[in-house]
Nanobody, 124 residues
Framework: QVQLVESGGGLVQAGGSLRLSCAASGRTFSRYYMGWFRQLPGKEREFVAAISWSGRGTAYADSVKGRFTISRDNAKNMVYLQMNSLKPEDTAVYYC?????????????????WGQGTQVTVSS
């Protein structure tokens, strides 16, 4: 089992950057693929980025491609989301997620474990 805790959210102006971190507990972290999702009130949680257990494979939503970068450090049980050129439409609660079934996917059903979320607000 894996427990996930996000940090790094906050308020930033449009065009700015933030780096989200996700700390994972458990000795089998390196066996999990990891993802980042985001959600606005009253809306469904949407895929942002995913990374394979090795870190060699990544995937991004079209809306963040070229601006966001997902990475992981298996030695530290950490996953990161570097967010650059932020836009007001990136405002949401961001969730870290982990899964071990198949390969890293872009739907919430692909993931078994979720963090509590961290708020990102981008002002115009």
């Amino acid at each position: 089992q894996v427990q996930l805790v996000e940090s790094g959210g906050g308020l930033v102006q449009a065009g700015g950057s933030l780096r989200l971190s996700c700390a994972a507990s458990g000795r089998t972290f390196s066996r999990y693929y990891m993802g980042w999702f985001r959600q606005l009130p009253g809306k469904e949680r949407e895929f942002v980025a995913a990374i394979s257990w090795s870190g060699r494979g990544t995937a991004y939503a079209d809306s963040v491609k070229g601006r966001f970068t997902i990475s992981r450090d298996n030695a530290k049980n950490m996953v990161y989301l570097q967010m650059n050129s932020l836009k007001p439409e990136d405002t949401a609660v961001y969730y870290c997620a982990g899964g071990s079934r198949g390969s890293a996917g872009d739907t919430t059903g692909d993931y078994d474990y979720w963090g509590q979320g961290t708020q990102v607000t981008v002002s115009s």
